[in-house]
Nanobody, 115 residues
Framework: QVQRVESGGGLVQPGGSLRLSCTAS????????MAWYRQAPGKQRELVAG???????NYADSVKGRFTISRDSAKNTVYLQMNSLKPEDTAVYYC?????????WGRGTQVTVSA
């Protein structure tokens, strides 16, 4: 069964940090492209960061220098380290796995940045 389970969301003050995790199963993780998306209320889902099998990464301009995506193939897990969080980072964060041209989504984890 193909699954992705996100964790690590929560409430944090502006300037704080959170680390999201997404553990995948059911595919060959080592060849998967992994990505984090987010969707704020009333807005479209947007790409936050992506990482391919080789480890190359890309980021949305709004998070460059603050967020870091990484992967641990031994644990079938992709991480999103989020630093210097801002209220505008508040959203549901989703993990996406792409393998053999097929996309698989997680259910999301809520991140709220508020004083």
């Amino acid at each position: 069964q193909v699954q992705r389970v996100e964790s690590g969301g929560g409430l944090v003050q502006p300037g704080g940090s959170l680390r999201l995790s997404c553990t995948a199963s059911g595919n060959i993780f080592s060849i998967s492209t992994m990505a984090w998306y987010r969707q704020a209320p009333g807005k479209q889902r947007e790409l936050v960061a992506g990482i391919i099998a080789s480890g190359s990464t890309n980021y949305a301009d709004s998070v460059k220098g603050r967020f870091t995506i990484s992967r641990d193939s031994a644990k079938n897990t992709v991480y999103l380290q989020m630093n210097s969080l801002k209220p505008e980072d508040t959203a549901v964060y989703y993990c996406k796995e792409i393998v053999a041209g097929t996309q698989y989504w997680g259910r999301g984890t809520q991140v709220t940045v508020s004083a």
